[in-house]
């Protein structure tokens, strides 16, 4: 068993699911894959299960029975890990926005660097965003930019959905405490994971936008985030964190 996995969300991601699995598996580090489907009707988990046979020691899935939001797909992938000896977990999108080969950077700022929280960050240097329209890109660029401002938390990119995690984080962050269910998540974990004072390095890496499949963002995740993000922050205010050892 690999000390480090990467956990894949997936929803109707048949037309990418083999390829990310098979890019993952041929990176120089032997990284365990688990994907978790949330009851695809694309066939999605199907398609992982015949490559189970394949990859019996390394490939693992989670089916769950309904779509219930990113956040609650990741939170399951995280319990799973943690109750394995996995030290790096790592999320990543199934769509090839997130490169495979930036896998080994993510890992390298925990492993060589001291992050306790490594980000591939889109923002650190510029804009690192391809095949966007510029209307999302600019929505994207900005949320972030509003989230430091009412957070000040010290990211460029606080949206980021490629990130590898210390198993301690989330250990210490506690999963049960984690209140939002859409992409705003991600900056809910990171925003804890900063409270409570542990090292997070951004790593820049290139973000390219899906060339296969449908994307799963609407406007209830900007609304979430947007109003969220308010309700997170003054009840940080009130609530005392203790830093950890």
Known sequence: MSDAIVVIPTYNEIENIEAIIEAVFAQEKAFDILVVDDNSP????????ELQQKYPSRLFLEVRNAKTGLGT????GFRWALARDYEYIFEMDADFSHNPEDLKKLLAACENEGADVAIGSRYVKGVNVVNWPMN????????SKYVRFI????????TAGFVCYRRKVLETIGL?????????FQIELKFKAWKLGFNIKEV??????????VSKMDSSI???AFFGII???????????????
């Open 42 to 49: 694309d066939g999605t988990h199907t398609k992982v299960q």
């Open 73 to 76: 797909a990741y939170i399951h």
């Open 136 to 143: 999302r890109v600019l929505m994207s660029y900005f949320a």
């Open 151 to 158: 957070t000040r938390i010290p990211i460029h990119d606080t």
């Open 176 to 184: 049960d405490n984690i209140r939002f269910v859409g992409y705003a």
């Open 204 to 213: 820049s890496v290139i973000f390219t936008d899906r060339t296969k499949g």
């Open 222 to 224: 900007f609304s979430e």
């Open 231 to 245: 309700k997170m922050k003054i009840r940080s205010m009130f609530t005392k964190t203790k830093r950890h050892a």
